[in-house]
């Protein structure tokens, strides 16, 4: 028995997990418009490409806050109200549902890489905190859903990044080894999630944050996905 676990353990292939929003997919454009369409709706000032970029990693709910947050103290009140950031964040949901891809792209290399991984026999899965339903959507529009064996979203557990159970569960759930698992992701978000799991992360440079890249806990950066085999060929023959 402990001679064919070690077999097991052998031959078992590496799993690479990835974050959505900034990581596989452009998708701040239409991110943009959904939180641009709310906030003149609800009378709230509207926000430039890189001031809401910075806001995107934990979710709608978190977007809307955080966003008007930022502004004057007036308004503070107003969303502590929470019929009101309810009524806000169930919007930006219509909206957005309906307009998930105006605009948004994949990443430059990603598809490539997501086709040399398949060669490669490589399980890939997704852990976003985008709603599940939303990110199936968004990867079936984009025609890259095929690539992927199982998709997580912020409301498919009762946790989400950066508690590490949100990506250690996925995992699990692919027959994964977190020994032979791999995370990518574009934030502090996704580097802590992986730092607390244990589990090596490569960090995609200019990511939805307000971070630097040397803010963020990472094993390897990298500005796209053009080259990237070489470092998980490194994993591969480990």
């Avoid at 027959?175 to 996704?190: A, F, P, R």
Wanted: proline share 2%; net charge neutral; with cysteine.
């Amino acid at each position: 028995n402990y001679f064919l676990l070690i077999l097991l353990n052998m031959s078992q292939k590496l799993t690479i997990i990835f974050d959505l929003d900034g990581t596989l997919v452009e998708t701040a454009p239409d991110l943009i418009s959904a939180h641009n369409h709310v906030m003149a709706k609800f009378g709230f000032e509207t926000k430039k490409s890189e001031d809401v970029k910075k806001l995107v990693g934990r979710g709608a709910n978190s977007l809307i806050t955080k966003s008007v947050w930022g502004q004057a103290r007036e308004n503070f009140k107003k969303v502590n109200d929470a019929a009101l950031k309810k009524e806000m964040v169930d919007e930006f949901l219509n909206y957005y549902t309906k307009n998930i891809c105006v605009e948004s792209k994949i990443v430059n290399g990603a598809e490539n890489f997501l086709k040399w991984c398949k060669k490669n026999n490589i399980s890939l899965g997704v852990c976003t905190n985008k709603q599940d339903y939303l990110s199936v959507d968004l990867l079936k529009k984009l025609k890259i859903n095929h690539y992927f064996e199982y998709v997580a979203g912020s409301n498919t557990f009762d946790y989400c990044k950066p508690d590490p159970r949100h990506l250690t569960n996925v995992i699990e759930i692919m027959q994964g080894d977190i020994k032979k698992s791999i995370m990518i992701g574009d934030s502090e978000t996704d580097g802590e999630t992986a730092k607390l799991a244990g589990v090596p992360f490569i960090l995609i440079e200019n990511g939805y944050t307000e971070k630097k890249s040397s803010e963020i806990n990472h094993d390897h950066l990298i500005k796209d996905f053009i080259g990237i085999e070489e470092i998980i060929s490194k994993y591969l023959n480990h």
